[in-house]
């Protein structure tokens, strides 16, 4: 009792001593302060901001050969793709260009795609790849160019410089028949078409072949270009057995199939049947198009035709074996797209044939 007596005399004492203005002044601001108060209503509780927290992750690049590490690129967040870590592994290791990169999730498997994310791959938060050196690369244009453009200048050279090539009395002696005329043409319509088509149709993918694929295309092309060149242009070249009509029926049949691969590659270039979410190719009114409902590759099917008229027109053994080498590859190519358009597109490719009707 005598402690809380002593407390309100004390603070008798110090109101006492402090001016009366100054009291209610004071009086008045904690007045106005509590009415501010009062007014804005009950106190609220704030909500916690919630940090997005990015997810990184530590790639380990061990050598796909001796299992030696290499490097380790930390930091990668979980959008990263594949393309982005060759980026990072060539900032780490400058002597190999990201095109020379193969990255591979185990020993002996399969080479892991550009787009490919790393968080689809990833089974914690560190993954390790095994790099495999794909030696030097060059771009697909670039091998689509070179092999084609090779062929063109070849057949030209023997077509136009026959008298360096063959025997000069020869080559008076013996004039040329008009279907040698007509097969240069041809066989430049073809070259044209296809290095037109790789410039401004063609969607070439941004990825990169090993340069032993590009001298194994060229010297396949080139090599039977030039056997090719060799027969027709000789001056001792006979013409087909059948005369004029053999050659107009094939020069006809080979004019339609050019026109028909034209359209269909037109067709497949579409944004529509390109990228991941592609939908299955259909025809138009165009009536070259109407061949997607026999087979789901029309665009070999028309190259093999071409092929088989030129060997029809021109009637040599150089024409018909690169004829029957190339059905062969386009065969197989046909028949792996089948499959892939099978696996996503069932219902449309169920009752198609890959590159022949109703035969294969």
Known sequence: MFK???????????????????????????????????????????????????????????????????????????????????????????????????????????????????????????????????????????????????????????YLRSSYIYDVKECSQHPRHPVVHLACFCHCIHYIRHLLETLFVHKVSTGHSPTKNLIKGCAFYWGFTSWIAYYINHPRYTPPSFGNRQITVSAISFLICEAGNHFINTVLAHPNHTGSNACFPSPNYNPFTWLFFLVSCPNYTYEIGSWISFTVMTQTLPVGIFTILMSIQMSLWARKKHKIYQKKFNSYVNRKSAIIPFIL
């Open 4 to 158: 809380r007596h002593k407390s309100q005399e004390r603070k008798r004492e110090l109101f006492q001593g402090l001016p009366q203005s100054t009291l209610k002044n004071s009086m008045r601001n904690f007045h106005s302060l509590s009415q501010l108060v009062l007014s804005a209503g009950p106190l609220r509780t704030t909500r916690a901001v919630k940090l997005s927290k990015t997810t990184h992750f530590e790639i380990e690049i061990l050598d796909a050969h001796t299992r030696k590490q290499i490097c380790i690129l930390d930091k990668v967040t979980q959008t990263s793709t594949i393309h982005d870590v060759k980026q990072k592994f060539h900032k780490a290791c400058p002597k190999w260009h990201p095109s020379r990169v193969g990255l591979q999730l185990e020993y002996g498997g399969h080479f892991l795609k550009d787009y490919i994310t790393i968080q689809s791959v990833a089974a914690s938060s560190i993954v390790t790849l095994y790099f495999t050196d794909l030696g030097r690369q060059v771009s697909w244009t670039t091998v689509f160019l070179t092999e084609y453009t090779g062929p063109l200048l070849i057949y030209l050279l023997f």
